[in-house]
T-cell receptor, first 119, second 114 residues
Framework: GAGVSQSPRYKVAKRGQDVALRCDPISGHVSLFWYQQALGQGPEFLTYFQNEAQLDKSGLPSDRFFAERPEGSVSTLKIQRTQQEDSAVYLC?????????????????FGEGSRLTVL | GENVEQHLSTLSVQEGDSAVIKCTYSDSASNYFPWYKQELGKGPQLIIDIRSNVGEKKDQRIAVTLNKTAKHFSLHITETQPEDSAVYFCAASTGGGSARQLTFGSGTQLTVLP
């Protein structure tokens, strides 16, 4: 497809379970971002990749959160030992970056998100 | 770090009227201000953005104005239509157009009443 694809769209986990959320960015997009969106709030930055390099993970709330993008394309956000406060929509976004001079390379293209509910 | 405030959580307007949503930011180094629209069950989508070297930008029925001195920027939608109903997020960045270092506001639910 032409857009950012995320799976699963919905995930229900029991407290303490591990979950993995997948993001397939737009082909050719160098930058990939993960955001957490709580109900009624704006997206909050979690982590950022430039190709396969994780350049910023300052937004990850705890060491239970881990993200990877081993081949510079698909990314996985893993949450270990899930807690109720992890319940949120996890948004992935990709960005062209380093595009043609003068182009708007900063636009974020978001997926539809993965809604995680921890019981 | 940057703090972006979106003071109106909800806004209702009659179809055909104008809607204005205002945001304030804290970091005077911020130089890129996009607006995203999020429909129910979808991811946010960029609708317009402005850089700090201009004061206003317009695209058909939508416009954004920036007041750097007061550190606020606003989204203006004219001739509102039912399909404009959505949550609108403002954001600010020091990245000069880069998607990095983007901080979002908490969103404004716009409802256009028929």
């Amino acid at each position: 497809g032409a857009g950012v694809s995320q799976s699963p769209r919905y995930k229900v986990a029991k407290r303490g379970q591990d979950v993995a959320l997948r993001c397939d960015p737009i082909s050719g997009h160098v930058s990939l971002f993960w955001y957490q969106q709580a109900l009624g709030q704006g997206p909050e930055f979690l982590t950022y990749f430039q190709n396969e390099a994780q350049l910023d993970k300052s937004g990850l709330p705890s060491d239970r959160f881990f993200a990877e993008r081993p081949e510079g394309s698909v990314s996985t956000l893993k949450i270990q030992r899930t807690q109720q406060e992890d319940s949120a929509v996890y948004l992935c976004a990709s960005s062209l970056e380093f595009g043609r001079e003068g182009s708007n390379t900063g636009e974020l293209f978001f997926g539809e998100g993965s809604r995680l509910t921890v019981l | 770090g940057e703090n972006v405030e979106q003071h109106l959580s909800t806004l209702s307007v009659q179809e055909g009227d104008s809607a204005v949503i205002k945001c304030t930011y804290s970091d005077s180094a911020s130089n890129y201000f996009p607006w995203y629209k999020q429909e129910l069950g979808k991811g946010p989508q960029l609708i317009i953005d402005i850089r700090s070297n201009v004061g206003e930008k317009k695209d058909q029925r939508i416009a954004v104005t920036l007041n750097k001195t007061a550190k606020h920027f606003s989204l203006h939608i004219t001739e509102t239509q039912p399909e404009d109903s959505a949550v609108y997020f403002c954001a600010a960045s020091t990245g000069g157009g880069s998607a990095r270092q983007l901080t979002f506001g908490s969103g404004t639910q716009l409802t256009v009443l028929p």
